[in-house]
């Protein structure tokens, strides 16, 4: 999958990404919203769907059930025989490899943005794919938020947003503004890709 669409590609899929960690509320929450209301996320040029990766773990509050599912998009579990024996995130990661992918393949999503949490005191921040993407750069310039290049989230190429909150502090609703109105900033970004260079 890809972090930004090609040239000569436009922008038609997006998957927004909550609840991967079931004790990281922001993405729960926004994506809960998100399924009750998905008008928030219609944009003229492409299409944006929510996916809440981990529901068994967001149910219970805990990270993941047998397995981070950060963990479990590598192509070995992905391709692995689905058993009763799986662990829970494995079956889980295969489902979403599905809806969002085949990862690689020409159905997979343009983009992934996947929203996560942290215990660690660092503000909002955005985790990348390449340091070297211009269009994520744009991106973290267009939001004007600070910016940590990391590794892809769930081995799929795209971004995560994490606002810093966990299942102990709560979901305070500036929080969930803020996070909402740098969704939307984010998703209103993405149209001009589809525009010709």
């Not at 004790?23 to 492409?46: A, I, M």
């Not at 990766?53 to 963990?71: F, G, S, V, W």
């Not at 391709?79 to 990862?103: C, F, H, M, W």
């Not at 005191?121 to 390449?130: E, F, K, V």
């Amino acid at each position: 999958m890809c972090s930004a669409p090609s040239k000569g590609h436009p922008l038609s899929r997006v998957a927004i990404t909550g609840g991967t960690h079931g004790n990281e509320l922001s993405g729960v929450h926004l994506l809960k919203h998100w399924l009750q209301d998905p008008s928030g996320l219609h944009r003229r040029t492409f299409a944006a769907t929510p996916v809440l990766a981990n529901p068994k773990a967001t149910e219970h509050c805990i990270r993941y059930i047998n397995q981070d599912l950060n963990r479990s998009f590598t192509t070995a579990f992905l391709t692995s025989k689905d058993t009763q024996d799986s662990p829970y995130e494995v079956r889980r990661a295969q489902e979403i490899n599905q809806l969002l992918g085949p990862k690689g393949s020409a159905e997979a999503f343009d983009f992934i943005f996947d929203l996560h949490n942290t215990t660690s005191n660092m503000a909002a921040c955005l985790i990348l794919n390449s340091e070297e993407n211009i269009f994520a750069m744009h991106m973290c310039h267009y939001i004007q938020v600070p910016l940590l290049i990391h590794r892809t989230i769930l081995g799929l190429q795209g971004l995560a947003r994490d606002p810093g909150l966990d299942c102990l502090s709560g979901y305070p609703r500036k929080d969930k503004d803020l996070t909402e109105q740098q969704e939307t900033s984010i998703l209103s970004l993405l149209p001009s890709t589809n525009k010709p260079s």
